[in-house]
């Protein structure tokens, strides 16, 4: 259950590339570098895949904050009709600022006071509980006058890297499976109102198989609540990050779940929506990172090209191990050579290894493709570094989304004391 695609939407005219008919070095010249550049007709292709997808589930598209949290970018899926998955009071917060209505948002904090869980009941967005503490406090307070969701853990190990894998027994995300009984006892007692469930597996799954094996255990677990609305799948799609490369079927996926959904109402005895989450595969091939490369620098085993950016500005490569595609735009027909693409942040900091590329020059532009999702989200000021700015290419238009940063927003919230002069 896997395809293979393309994974970028660049285009070479006349030894120039162009996105959305726009030149990218011209669009760096403008902008400067390190730079974010998104292509919204990429978003909105995704977008319409997996409405047709999942057609016939009845489903609802919840877009990940935590991906891409630029307000723009949420007010571009509010106008394709998404709604928004929300880990944090502010990023709920930006979502009420972007338009969103508080049905539309749906809040799955982990490890949170009860504070912030008040603060969201009192913004009125569906509240995802993800551990019994947290159960019992809801259910002491409000009983059964605030409606909510429940996440369990599946117990599935899936996902493409350790680090984003969270559905297994050793994760400290949802509620173990095993203590459905538990749950039902604490629901029970204090009357709680369950009108939804969710569950996610983990990030770049490739075997379809396990979505189906989520279903499966979810709609079993659905049987046993009698009020929902929804069920929650999360996301986790795997996305192209080669030419080429193998990603997850979501028609083969949306054929199987169809099936299973089927079988599900017919038991249950109504109809439920399908909620997904799909943040990476939303967003990820709609991203491209501009860098210049400052420094062509050989040694014994390597030549290093080094840029003006690092893992403060995307850390994905070096926290994951990713692999994202670098094209040098600069030179696209040079001859080919074998380079070590790093930053100049003072730690091991590399973007790609041993990367066949066009001959990079002193000054080229290199682009890092794939950098949707996770990029601008994760970025720091580590080695006090400003963050680079954004642009959003939007029917043709390049649009400045978010300023670069300078040395006064390095300043803004540090204070000063008397006593040190």
């Not at 891409?68 to 979502?95: C, M, P, W, Y």
């Not at 490569?317 to 380079?339: A, C, Q």
Request: include cysteine.
């Amino acid at each position: 259950m896997e395809t293979m695609v393309k994974t970028s939407r660049l285009e070479l005219v006349d030894d120039r590339f162009q996105l959305q008919g726009q030149d990218i070095l011209d669009i760096c010249e403008r902008f400067g570098t390190s730079l974010y550049v998104y292509d919204a007709a990429r978003i909105e292709e995704k977008y319409k895949q997996m409405i047709q997808a999942f057609s016939g589930l009845n489903c609802k598209i919840k877009f990940p904050v935590k991906a891409l949290s630029n307000i723009n970018i949420l007010k571009l899926f509010k106008r394709l009709g998404a709604g928004l998955d929300t880990v944090s009071i502010q990023e709920a917060k930006l979502g009420l600022q972007a338009g969103f209505e508080p049905s539309d948002i749906i809040f799955t904090p982990n490890c949170v006071s009860f504070d912030e869980i008040k603060e969201a009941v009192n913004m009125g967005i569906m509240i995802n509980i993800d551990n019994i503490s947290i159960l019992e406090q809801f259910g002491h307070e409000y009983e059964d006058r605030v409606p909510v969701c429940l996440r369990f853990n599946p117990h599935i190990y899936a996902g493409g890297n350790n680090k984003i894998q969270v559905g297994h027994i050793d994760s400290k995300f949802g509620i173990s499976v095993y203590q459905r009984r538990h749950v039902q006892r604490i629901i029970q007692a204090s009357n709680i109102q369950v009108v939804g469930l969710h569950v996610h597996t983990g990030s770049d799954i490739l075997n379809a198989n396990a979505y189906l094996q989520s279903a499966e255990i979810m709609f079993e677990l659905a049987r046993g609540f009698e009020n929902l609305s929804f069920i929650d799948f999360g996301s986790g799609f795997k996305v192209a990050y080669k030419e080429n490369d193998n990603t997850t079927d979501i028609e083969e996926v949306g054929k199987k779940l169809r099936e299973a959904y089927a079988s599900f109402v017919a038991d249950y005895g109504k109809e439920v929506e399908i909620w997904f989450e799909p943040g990476k595969y939303m967003v990820s091939e709609s991203g491209y990172f501009l860098m210049q490369a400052n420094v062509i620098k050989p040694t014994p085993a390597t030549v290093f090209v080094g840029v003006d950016s690092g893992l403060n500005h995307f850390i994905r490569p070096m926290m994951y191990g990713g692999y994202h595609r670098i094209v040098n735009v600069s030179n696209p027909n040079g001859t080919k050579r074998i380079y070590t693409v790093v930053g100049y942040i003072c730690e091991t900091d590399t973007f790609g290894s041993d990367r066949k590329m066009s001959e990079v020059r002193e000054g080229d532009i290199l682009c890092l493709m794939n950098a949707g999702a996770y990029g601008y989200s994760m970025s720091s000021n580590y080695n006090s570094r400003f963050r680079p700015a954004e642009v959003l290419l939007l029917d043709g238009q390049a649009h400045l989304i978010r300023k670069r940063e300078n040395f006064d927003d390095l300043m803004r919230n540090q204070v000063e004391i008397d006593a040190l002069g």
